[in-house]
């Protein structure tokens, strides 16, 4: 089982980024069922929720809704993070989480698969 996060790197303020999360392994059969999820976690700070999916449905932290979009690709067994108008204060480590949890998406401890983190750097 295993989750693998890219597309990470440096980009200007108002630029755009997708990190793209790819999972793999037996347990993975059903990806449709499972949640997914992107947290971030920036220096010094504790990590945060960021965006999920569940089917169709979609959830956004406030501070990145109607910048972010999350999306999957069932058949793909991939989910991705479209990211725009980046500011400074998206400067993180993004990571990818997967659950079959039915409680809250925007909890890290529901979610029983990770990935091992993407950073993504703003510059101003």
């Known amino acids: 089982v295993q989750l693998q996060a890219s597309g990470g790197g440096l980009v200007q303020v108002g630029g755009s980024l997708r990190l793209s999360c790819a999972a793999s392994?037996?347990?993975?059969?059903?990806?449709?069922?499972?949640?997914m999820g992107w947290f971030r976690q920036a220096p010094g700070k504790e990590r945060e929720f960021v965006a999920a999916?569940?089917?169709?449905?979609?959830y956004y932290t406030d501070s990145v809704r109607d910048r972010f979009t999350i999306s999957r690709d069932n058949a793909g067994n991939t989910a991705y993070l479209q990211m725009n108008s980046l500011k400074p204060e998206d400067t993180a480590v993004y990571y990818c989480?997967?659950?079959?949890?039915?409680?809250?998406?925007?909890?890290?401890?529901?979610?029983?698969?990770w990935g091992q983190g993407t950073l993504v750097t703003v510059s101003s």
């Open positions: 392994g037996r347990t993975f059969s059903s990806f449709s069922s499972y949640v």
């Open positions: 999916i569940r089917w169709s449905s979609t």
């Open positions: 989480a997967a659950g079959t949890t039915p409680r809250a998406e925007q909890v890290d401890i529901n979610y029983d698969y």
